[in-house]
């Protein structure tokens, strides 16, 4: 610090060494506010360049995993779809399988059936058949009808019988 005299000259020194000082003072003052609202509004703007980030990595993630349910949804839908397709498919083939044996079951038992009745009336046409040729007449034997003698010449045909008459 100087120590000015009473001297008017030291007067006009000490008013410009204090104006000088002030000016200082406040140039100074005016730097610590400059610099104090730079380093605030710095401050600011990366907590809201942070908050922005942030709130736009939080946005991606939640899109991102939004994307993935709505994959994983899909894809489950589809197999659920194609698992029933595929078990409908499935029904589908032994509902016609079953179908088919069971047409080719009856067919067969039919055929056997139908067979069977052949074999019984070929049988049975055999069995008339030798009734006739036991009776040698062609016709089924009646217990009602008389038997033709067997001393007829001509067995077998009563037409052609010999019948005694007198001459």
């Known amino acids: 610090m100087h120590v000015f005299l009473a001297n008017p000259a030291n007067s006009l020194k000490q008013e410009l060494y204090t ?34 980030q942030q709130e736009k990595e939080t946005k991606e993630q939640q899109e991102k995993e939004t994307k993935e349910q709505q994959e994983k949804e899909s894809k489950e839908q589809q197999e659920k779809e194609t698992k029933e397709h595929l078990e409908k498919e499935t029904k589908e083939q032994q509902e016609k399988e079953s ?45 009602n009808m008389e038997k033709p003698s067997t001393n007829s010449t001509t067995k077998g045909n009563p037409s052609l019988r010999k019948v005694d008459c007198p001459v």
């Open 99 to 143: 179908k088919e044996q069971q047409e080719k079951e009856t067919k067969e038992q039919q055929e056997k059936e139908t067979k069977e009745k052949s074999q019984e009336d070929v049988k049975e046409q055999s069995e008339k058949k030798n009734v006739y040729d036991q009776n040698d007449q062609g016709v089924p034997e009646n217990p």
């Open 19 to 52: 104006k000088e000082q002030q000016e200082k003072e406040t140039k100074e003052q005016q730097e610590k506010e400059t610099k104090e609202q730079q380093e605030k509004e710095s401050k600011e703007q990366q907590e809201k360049e942070s908050k922005e």
